[in-house]
């Protein structure tokens, strides 16, 4: 059976939530994985008022979609990133602009309404990011020392043990999705946040294979060492040009300027091998849905959503059920 092809929801949010899920249905998507941003999800109204529930159901319901997945990057970074980068004032409410401990406590409320609300929607799995005190460590100069960066694991520990509580309490899963700014961010990363989380079950891995292509690293590899932790499952694309003068940090290019080291590109216009993912996925046993996270700033994302569709249908294929040499016996 071919898994369920969503599409998420987050490069969206300029639409109104009816007219995103109109738009890809019409494309022939069998699902959504909701951004908790725009109108598209309030985490709290979720969490606390079933009308608001029955209504974003509704309209999922008249346009023939499911609800795999709430993704709530926007709040989760905030609950770890460290003080004092005034970017996340664009993530949380205006009214907390210059509070940093109130935008981190808002992150924490938010991402307890988003386990409150995935389980009010129906969905047994919350995408998102974790923040990283340590982030802007990531080269070691000046030197870090293993103290500085064990602390920002612990620190993650501590601010998100008590929101995976409430995750178990729901019976809902968080995946953070690997990526740069990150506590987990690469191969080695993530392995020493899940072993200082001692694995527990409500912490798992939104597979995103466009981080890890750029940085160098095998998806395919990297899905098979992690299968048992792999809750969700990106399809997105990367695209790496190094041609003398760009490199893989970026420059400081704003994402689809040509001369950057690599971009972001639509499914199947990148480096990213799917068919070896697709296989490492049925090796698994993953069953889940494969959502389509599009980003490609040099390409129509119309054109793009419905092409990014078709070629996940085209490449989600079943594992065998025979062993071909089977038929040479006599």
Known sequence: MARMVTIFTGQWADLPFEKMCET???????????????DHMNVEKAAKDPAYVAEKQAILKKYNLGCYALGNHLAGQCVGDAFGDPRLAGFAPKSLKGDDKAIRQWGIDQMKYTAQAAKNMGCSVVTGFMGSPIWKYFYSFPANTEQLIEEGYQEIYDLWTPILDEFDKQGVKFALEVHPSEIAYDYYSTQRLLEKFERREALGINFDPSHLQWQGLNPALF????????????????????????????????????????????????????????????????????????????????????????????????????????????
């Not at 890809?24 to 725009?38: H, K």
């Not at 040099?298 to 025979?322: K, Q, T």
């Open 223 to 330: 899905f098979r060492d992690f299968a048992p932790k792999i809750y969700h499952v990106h399809i997105k694309d990367s695209l790496v040009k190094l041609d003398g003068r760009s490199g893989i940090l970026g420059s400081h290019l704003a994402f689809g300027d040509l001369r950057r080291g690599w971009n972001f590109v639509s499914p199947g216009h990148g480096d990213v091998d799917f068919d070896m993912i697709i296989r490492e996925a049925n090796a698994a046993g993953y069953r889940g849905p494969l959502s389509v996270e599009w980003e490609d700033n040099g390409m129509d994302r119309l054109f793009g959503a419905r092409e990014a569709l078709n070629l996940v249908r085209s490449v989600d294929f079943d594992p065998s059920n025979v062993d071909f040499d089977g038929a040479m016996e006599n």
């Open 24 to 38: 890809v249905s019409g494309m022939g998507y069998d699902g959504v994985e909701i951004a908790c941003w725009g």
